[in-house]
T-cell receptor, first 114, second 113 residues
Framework: DTEVTQTPKHLVMGMTNKKSLKCEQH?????MYWYKQKAKKPPELMFV???????INESVPSRFSPECPNSSLLNLHLHALQPEDSALYLC?????????????FGPGTRLTVT | AQSVTQLDSHVSVSEGTPVLLRCNYS??????LFWYVQHPNKGLQLLLK??????LVKGINGFEAEFKKSETSFHLTKPSAHMSDAAEYFC???????????FGSGTKLNVKP
């Protein structure tokens, strides 16, 4: 099974809402990533978890809060977002954080902030 | 510092003709290089990767890429385009020092019938 799943597929939220994105993999991967992708742009790295610990935070605003409850799950908690945060949010996983390992991407969550 | 340049933002080919998507990189270290494909409203799928083994790398769906250190290039090719190849393609270089991946700006491939 080489699948990364993400829920929900689509999410519309107001600027005062709190919501969460979920990502799951069952490949035994020990590194998991959140990316943000705006239309017609490449993905931008937000967070990296290695062995369930946050190892990279790319200076992401605190209204985005990642969580890794266990080695298979990765969440992204959202609070007080801005309309410019509307984007496709991609989760990925890899065997480890060694950069020779390829990343497996989920289908993404399309987020719209109104 | 690492960087990736995809030389064409759009490439248009006819079905059955060869595909060439160009990628140049700069790296201070021995890089790992990847090509990913993204179909509309989908996640990214790995096509192939280079990690200092054979310089000619074969991937899925008939794609291959050649690592040329002297030219700092990693161009993606396919002998015969199929309609299903129409998508966005990203060249990615890794930075082993900082455990990061650097994405090129992407090339949109259009395949005409």
């Amino acid at each position: 099974d080489t699948e990364v799943t993400q829920t929900p597929k689509h999410l519309v939220m107001g600027m005062t809402n709190k919501k969460s994105l979920k990502c799951e993999q069952h490949m035994g991967h020990r590194a998991m990533y959140w990316y943000k992708q705006k239309a017609k742009k490449p993905p931008e790295l937000m967070f990296v978890y290695s062995y369930e610990k946050l190892s990279i935070n790319e200076s992401v605003p605190s209204r985005f809060s990642p969580e890794c409850p266990n080695s298979s799950l990765l969440n992204l908690h959202l609070h007080a977002l801005q309309p410019e945060d509307s984007a496709l949010y991609l989760c990925a996983s890899s065997q480890g954080v060694l950069t020779s390992y390829e990343q497996y991407f989920g289908p993404g969550t399309r987020l719209t902030v109104t | 510092a690492q960087s990736v340049t995809q030389l064409d933002s759009h490439v248009s080919v006819s079905e059955g003709t060869p595909v060439l998507l160009r990628c140049n990189y700069s790296s201070s270290y021995s890089p790992s290089l990847f090509w990913y494909v993204q179909h509309p409203n989908k996640g990214l799928q790995l096509l192939l990767k280079y990690t200092s083994a054979a310089t000619l790398v074969k991937g899925i769906n008939g794609f291959e890429a050649e690592f040329k250190k002297s030219e700092t290039s990693f161009h993606l090719t396919k002998p015969s385009a199929h309609m299903s190849d129409a998508a966005e393609y990203f060249c990615v270089v890794s930075d082993s020092n900082f455990n990061k991946f650097y994405f090129g700006s992407g090339t949109k491939l259009n395949v005409k019938p």
